[in-house]
């Protein structure tokens, strides 16, 4: 069929317009028994992967629906003005020692795909699976954390709904380039959406996204550009460990680059209720969840290598107006649950009927594309009893000691003159200053917190010189604990 950006347009337009229907799923039955174990025995057959033989940088393998894919997916191919359906048939898959061969049918459809790089189909750089998740391997060559297409209600009382990409159009690129196109429908009970990924690899991965959204009824809360990640524990809650390992996050912080061009980090936490942070800003510069920690030593993990993860960067494309970035942090007993989200949502509100065009660059980077040059960053939050050694300790209090690396800092000379300036929305701040870590050039900003009761307390600290900020803001929301005396 003839395909252009607009086929994907309007059939979004139309869908809106119209109740929503729900994929249909064939054998699901026999899905629901394809587990984790299973699902790792089935392979796309590298003799079938699209445009392999055609001199194409990125070939294309295709994923198997299985108990947590089961809504299938459409591919199609374009070439030349043309697209052109992938069908699903069995033998395109080797499933292994499963026996799933001899009950699937070929009327199934796929769970997404995912590129390789053309000299090596063993390793693949980008996959869209499951709902609307996507993800990149990054300069690193590690997963780590996943982007959304569009987040409905996320944190609410009610469930969250989780539209899905129906069906994706991928460009076949030229040889010689490393750009890709993919084009991507969406539907989901409350709206649906045409959208468009211009991909770059070049070592970092950055994807220029155009979304352009319907809505089909009100919707609360809609979380644009989300990203999805992993905090269990790392220096800052180092007490709730029960890992052997030091460290186990995909990412440690949220870094915002507000209107005004102020620069705030967040300290990822793994709390022990959900919450949920909203950061006020209008046309905000950018943000992300950043894995600013790469330091091996701290995770002590050579088989999934969190030191590598990808850290990805929402960079808005046009002005987004006013409306608040907002980070979720949801209570996690292991690594195997994503448990972190940040996603811009808009002040004005989603009615049904509503347009919406959303223009935005995602970064998958090893280190922040815009890093805070002028001003220093956080490295490193930790936090420990109150009071000094050797003297009774005072109740309810607790040492949080920040480092800062870069900026003016690095130039600086051991001085007594930098001061740090501490709030807190509730308690006391004492005995706070900052001192140059002796042999290096990171500084290290030190002060005691006692509070009463268990209600959060919301910290803010940078680093001044007169009236010269030398750092970048640290932000924390800090919930009182005891630590274990046992």
């Given amino acids: 069929m003839p395909f252009d950006a607009g086929v994907v347009r309007s059939e979004a337009w139309r869908r809106a317009g119209r109740p929503y229907q729900a994929p249909v799923v064939h054998q699901r039955q026999v899905l629901e028994t394809i587990d984790y174990d299973f699902y790792q025995q089935i392979r796309y057959r590298p003799s079938a992967t699209l445009w392999a033989e055609e001199g194409a940088p990125y070939p294309v393998q295709l994923f198997h629906p299985g108990r947590w894919f089961e809504e299938p997916v459409e591919i199609?191919?374009?070439?030349?003005?043309?697209?052109?359906?992938v069908r699903y048939a069995r033998d395109l898959f080797d499933f292994g020692d499963t026996g799933l061969d001899r009950v699937l049918t070929d009327e199934l459809g796929f769970a997404g795909f995912r590129l390789m790089y053309g000299d090596d189909l063993s390793r693949d750089w980008l996959a869209f699976l499951g709902a609307s998740y996507f993800r990149s391997a990054g300069p690193l060559d590690q997963y780590g954390l996943s982007a959304r297409g569009i987040a409905v209600d996320p944190a609410m009382p009610t469930p969250e709904e989780f539209p899905q990409f129906v069906k994706f159009w991928l460009e076949r690129p030229e040889p010689g380039t490393n750009r890709i196109t993919v084009h991507a429908l969406l539907d989901g009970p409350r709206l649906t959406g045409a959208y468009r990924f211009d991909i770059v690899q070049d070592g970092a991965v950055t994807m220029d996204v155009e979304a352009q959204l319907f809505a089909r009824a009100a919707i609360e809360r809609l979380g644009i550009a989300p990203l999805t990640s992993m905090f269990w524990?790392?220096?800052?809650?180092?007490?709730?460990?029960?890992?052997?390992?030091?460290?186990?996050?995909?990412?440690d912080g949220l870094a915002i680059w507000t209107g005004n061009g102020e620069r705030l980090w967040r300290p990822l936490d793994n709390p022990t209720v959900t919450r949920t942070s909203a950061f006020l800003d209008t046309n905000p510069r950018g943000f992300g969840l950043l894995q600013r920690d790469r330091d091996f030593a701290n995770y002590e993990d050579d088989g999934v290598y969190y030191d590598r993860r990808p850290s990805v960067w929402v960079?808005?494309?046009?002005?987004?107006?006013?409306?608040?970035?907002?980070?979720?942090?949801?209570?996690?007993?292991?690594e195997i649950h994503d448990n972190i989200g940040a996603?811009?949502?808009?002040?004005?509100?989603?009615?049904?009927?509503?347009?919406?065009?959303f223009r935005y660059r995602l970064h998958w980077v090893a280190d922040e594309p815009y890093p805070p040059d002028a001003v220093a960053h956080v490295v490193?939050?930790?936090?420990?009893?109150?009071?000094?050694?050797?003297?009774?300790?005072?109740?309810?209090?607790k040492k949080f000691v920040i480092d800062f690396v870069g900026g003016e800092l690095e130039t600086l000379p051991r001085s007594f003159d930098v001061l740090p300036i501490v709030t807190a929305s509730r308690g006391?701040?004492?005995?706070?200053?900052?001192?140059?870590?002796?042999?290096?050039?990171?500084?290290?900003?030190?002060?005691?917190?006692?509070?009463?009761?268990?209600?959060?307390?919301?910290?803010?600290?940078?680093?001044?010189?007169?009236?010269?900020?030398l750092t970048e803001t640290w932000l924390y929301q800090y919930a009182p604990f005891q630590f274990d005396a046992s």
């Fill in 76 to 85: 199609h191919v374009v070439e030349a003005g043309q697209a052109r359906q």
């Fill in 428 to 469: 006391t701040v004492t005995d706070a200053y900052a001192l140059q870590v002796v042999g290096t050039t990171r500084w290290r900003s030190v002060f005691d917190l006692a509070v009463e009761g268990t209600d959060p307390v919301d910290l803010r600290c940078y680093l001044r010189l007169g009236d010269q900020t």
């Fill in 343 to 357: 996603y811009w949502v808009s002040d004005a509100p989603v009615t049904a009927g509503s347009e919406w065009t």
């Fill in 315 to 334: 960079e808005p494309r046009d002005d987004w107006g006013p409306g608040q970035i907002h980070l979720l942090e949801i209570p996690t007993d292991d």
């Fill in 380 to 397: 490193a939050t930790r936090l420990g009893r109150g009071g000094i050694p050797g003297q009774p300790r005072p109740p309810n209090t």
């Fill in 233 to 251: 524990y790392g220096e800052n809650n180092r007490h709730t460990a029960t890992d052997w390992r030091p460290e186990i996050h995909d990412s």
